[in-house]
């Protein structure tokens, strides 16, 4: 019945029907906290029921998501109410292979992942059948179960690529070593003769070369962190058989007219030449014998490959490796020749730095996958970009004769192009990468060039083949060249003096309004950067070389051409051109105020535009960093401007919250308590705010994890502005119970802390007072439940906050009203040994040292006997560990100043903070000027009060230490104090 109840909500989950669906997907996930109904799914999957064809599927989805969600009991994130028993565990890891052997492809590859998530956290520690089962398979006469438990077995070992190395690592890598290493070569081997037998028959000659590709990928996994003994002692029988398969060819395999797809020996190829590549870039000395035929075998292979986008990753893949090699001193004599490097220039970068039809086809109909591929900084690996890493490699070498033969064919090319510029202008777009492949000694993705190479005179480069073609009026000519000129402008950002970009700034403004989309976009990204670029200034430190003042001459040219873009109905959402905006925004502050009004009336208008579709989160977290930078450089200054804000922002925010646009709630709830914060003082909640708290409490908001940081925050400012107000309507239970829910999950537990330091900072003692019981409980419940390094940190962070508000006597009495001497207990099992392991930084640095000095001089039962002594002198040495810890920085804020508004910013899929609404530091006691000062005074004052009693404890607690002494020593006299 059970099963069948599931089958039918799984089916409404396809309904055409909005409603229908978004029901059934609620009842699925309320059912997924029902013990045994992982099972359930499972039988439906496994059901072999034609007519449920989509509904297996939607299981076998569903199931996929049961397992990210709910396997990890200990995951940071909870477990979303999903909770699987023990057999129900073993039940599914028992039957998973095998299910998945059995099933169609589609609804295998989602049982393959649900294999691969389980395996994340139970291999091989707690799934020692797992590998047992899958080698097994590789018997099977059928190709496609052989394939698909390959698939599965990569997916699984892909942990150990691009890790730190640990003991933990290179354990779990030797148990999969010792059972797959000699199975896997067999297999290898053997799929190699079943394709020698036949090689006329594509529906078996697909699955294996699948199979090849996969195995060719674990072969990655296993070498990647160190060469294995047996690959060591078998590498003849593996580089025999990689020589092998880039020499082979089928036509059977091979469609010449597809312009698009790699064929199946492409993508093995590829993933050898990957291999090649890691044991190229390890030095690996075994290998050494084999690089003279592989490096045949490579250049031969890129010599046959065509420019169609297909072979596009075998491209770059192979252009990789012989950038690895050629760029190494040790491989220098394989290339040491002048012909070779003509060659290599002439016959592959050149062919792979051409504009080809496909690219001039997506530089107009895709722009944002043009962009993607070709923009500075961006990871996507293009045939251009390999191309001109190889030729950097060759100047680490060869630098003089590889400029030198380069400088030839930009002089040729250049010249094709002077005598006919409308034919030819791929020479002079192909020149210009050249110099961008030769130029560059040093970049970063970040900073830009830091280093140019001596051989090459950039400047003059700039002022006759790049400045000429920004120059021109017909923007619209030659809009590729456009593109790679303003692309190059972009780049070399640092070579340019400040009078230079200013010279710049007009023309790349111009090109704002260029029809094509690629140059808008180059042209907004290259002023961003130059925005961003830094120059040394006093003391040391970088400070952008754009000012205020220097923007400010281009502000309404600037903004005219980017929201010119922003405006535009049928290309908007380009991501380059909100991040200028918000770039824009920070560099001009004061500067701002006059354009406020048109500048936000632009960006509400294109917030209700995307909130009906949000389509690009990038373009969406830079909208909303641009509306909070207006918000700080305007009300950071005049407070008073709030209520302006609010009134044009509380509409469209509304609109957001009534649409319940998902992708947008946590930017509106953090803008909402930016604007809170900076409200004049005497002005209170208002009543937009007032109206709005009821509903903020509302449990399903909650529900959702991107909501939680966002929500905390805008609860924190409600306190912070008007916690009397929210205590006279009743509301602090409501807070309380959210408390309650976020601190139950490990997943929000930070944001449970956050809010309960709020209450206990804002809410007047009397009105917290009554709750106080029942919240310690709930503390300690958890604290039984869960004794992780950072709960510990919050919890006895919150005691040292409780401490230093209401005193040392407040905690002991409420903790010993639960149970008696359950005060002295946590200090003594639970407070102080976390100072010994997890020292506190900055302002929780020094909330610990003001709590502590509280719990240290206001708790004479301390003093009492031996036993609360010792207890007195370990929270002594916990408060010196503090003070002596060079990191601690006590009382500061994470990165002070402007210096952080360069840093990265952008989207986070899980919790997009808007750095520009980022919540200040509050300072819980901004009376305490120096907490290590007031310690030592404090300790004074007890000193006088208890003759003969503190200066034994002190120095049992130091002598181990003579850091902790002298420091001490040093803090007596700077206090004035001697104890």
Request: hydrophobic share 40%; glycine share 4%; proline share 6%.
């Amino acid at each position: 019945q059970r099963t069948a109840q599931i089958r039918e909500v799984l089916a409404q989950t396809l309904s055409p029907d909005a409603a229908t669906r978004r029901a059934a997907e609620q009842r699925l996930t309320e059912a997924q906290k029902i013990d045994g109904h992982p099972l359930v799914v499972l039988h439906i999957v496994a059901s072999d029921s034609a007519a449920d064809a989509a509904v297996r599927q939607a299981a076998a989805v569903h199931f996929k998501n049961i397992c990210k969600k709910g396997w990890d009991e200990h995951s940071e994130h909870g477990t979303e109410g999903i909770t699987i028993s023990p057999t129900d565990r073993n039940l599914i890891k028992n039957h998973l292979v095998d299910l998945m052997c059995t099933v169609p492809p589609q609804i295998q590859a989602q049982c393959s992942e649900a294999i691969s998530l389980i395996a994340k956290v139970d291999f091989p520690k707690n799934w020692d059948n797992l590998l047992p089962d899958l080698i097994q398979r590789f018997n099977s006469p059928d190709p496609n179960v052989v394939s698909g438990v390959l698939v599965t077995a990569n997916s699984i070992l892909r942990r150990f690529r691009y890790v730190q190395r640990s003991d933990d690592l290179y354990r779990d890598i030797l148990y999969v070593l010792e059972r797959l290493q000699a199975p896997l070569l067999t297999l290898f081997i053997q799929t190699g003769k079943a394709i020698e037998a036949t090689p006329n028959d594509p529906a078996q000659l697909k699955p294996r070369f699948a199979s090849l590709r996969s195995m060719c990928r674990i072969f990655y996994s296993l070498n990647w962190q160190d060469l294995p003994e047996y690959f060591e002692d078998h590498m003849d029988q593996w580089m025999k058989e990689f020589a092998r398969y880039l020499q082979y060819q089928n036509p059977v395999l091979t469609d010449a007219d597809e312009e698009d797809e790699p064929s199946p020996i492409d993508v093995l190829q590829a993933a050898i030449v990957e291999n090649l590549n890691l044991y190229a870039n390890k030095d690996e000395e075994p290998f050494l014998p084999f690089l003279p035929e592989f490096t045949g075998l490579v250049w031969n292979l890129l010599m046959s490959l065509t420019d169609k986008p297909k072979h596009d990753t075998l491209a770059t893949t192979s252009i990789r490796f012989l950038s690895s090699l050629v760029g190494k001193l040790m491989h220098k004599n394989l290339f040491n020749n002048p012909d070779t490097l003509r060659n290599i220039i002439a016959k592959i970068v050149i062919p792979n730095i051409m504009i080809r039809e496909t690219d001039e086809e997506k530089f107009e109909d895709d722009p944002h996958d043009y962009i993607l591929g070709d923009m500075e900084g961006s990871d996507t690996e293009s045939r251009r970009k390999v191309s001109q890493e190889l030729l950097r490699a060759m100047c680490r070498q060869f630098e003089a004769e590889t400029t030198g033969i380069c400088r030839e064919h930009m002089a040729s090319m250049l010249e094709s192009f002077k005598r006919d510029p409308a034919g030819q202008w791929k020479q002079k777009d192909a020149a210009i990468h050249l110099m961008l492949g030769t130029a560059i000694r040093a970049e970063s993705a970040q900073q830009g060039v830091s280093q140019v190479n001596e051989n090459v005179n950039v400047m003059q480069f700039f002022q006759e083949n790049i400045l000429t073609e920004l120059q021109e009026s017909n923007m619209s000519g030659r809009p590729m060249v456009k593109a790679t000129a303003i692309k190059f402008v972009s780049t070399f950002r640092n070579q340019f003096s400040k009078d230079q970009l200013k010279a710049l700034m007009p023309l790349l403004i111009a090109h704002l309004s260029a029809e094509s989309v690629v140059v808008q976009t180059y042209a907004a990204a290259a002023i961003e950067k130059i925005l961003t670029s830094k120059e040394d200034g006093p003391n040391g430190k970088k400070q952008n070389r754009f000012g205020g003042a220097d923007i400010q001459p281009f502000l309404e040219s600037l903004f005219t051409g980017l929201f010119g873009i922003v405006d535009k109905q049928d290309l908007n959402e380009n991501e380059y051109v909100m991040k200028c905006v918000m770039r824009t925004l920070n560099t001009s502050k004061d500067d701002i105020m006059p354009v406020t009004q048109t500048v936000l009336d632009k960006l509400t208008s294109a917030l209700g535009r995307v909130a009906k579709n949000p389509r690009n989160p990038h373009y969406n977290h830079y909208l909303f960093e641009s509306i909070a930078v207006l918000v700080r450089a305007v009300c950071s200054k005049d407070p008073s401007h709030t209520a302006a804000f609010e009134n044009l922002l509380f509409p469209p925010f509304q609109t957001v919250l009534q649409m319940d646009v998902a992708e947008f709630t946590p930017y509106v709830f953090q803008v909402l308590a930016q604007l809170l914060e900076y409200r004049p003082a005497d002005a209170g909640l208002g009543d937009a705010y007032t109206g709005l708290f009821a509903p903020l409490l509302t449990p399903t908001l909650w529900e959702r994890r991107g909501n939680v940081p966002a929500l905390t925050r805008l609860i924190q400012a409600y306190l912070g502005k008007g916690a009397a107000e929210i205590v006279a309507n009743n509301h602090l239970v409501g807070i309380l119970g959210v408390f309650q829910k976020l601190v139950s999950s490990r997943g929000t537990e930070v944001s449970a802390f956050e809010l309960l330091g709020s209450v206990i900072r804002c809410v007047p003692p009397e009105a917290i007072q009554p709750c106080l019981k029942d919240l310690f409980q709930i503390l300690l419940m958890k604290l039984q439940q869960s004794k992780t390094p950072r709960y510990l940190r919050l919890v006895s962070d919150f005691f040292a906050l409780f401490v230093g508000k209401f005193g040392s006597q407040a905690y002991f009495d409420q903790l010993n009203v639960i149970q008696p001497g359950l005060g002295l207990m946590l200090l003594t099992q639970v407070w102080v040994p976390r100072l010994s392991t997890d020292l506190p930084v900055r302002m929780d640095a020094k909330t610990q040292l003001v709590g502590l000095t509280k719990i240290l001089c206001d708790t004479p039962a301390l003093l009492a006997d031996g036993n609360t002594q010792q207890v007195w002198a370990g929270a002594f040495v916990g408060a010196m560990k503090i003070i002596t810890n060079p990191d601690s920085h006590i009382g500061t804020a994470f990165g002070t100043g402007d210096d952080v508004d360069d840093a990265e910013i952008g989207y986070d899929a899980t919790y997009s903070k808007l750095h520009f609404a980022t919540r200040p530091v509050v300072d819980p006691f901004p009376e305490v000027q120096d907490p290590a000062i007031m310690l030592a005074q404090s300790l004074g004052q007890l000193s006088s009060s208890q003759p003969g009693k503190i200066q034994p404890l002190v120095h049992g607690g130091l002598q181990s230490d003579p850091k902790l002494s002298s420091k001490f020593a040093e803090l007596q006299t700077q206090a004035n104090v001697q104890i």
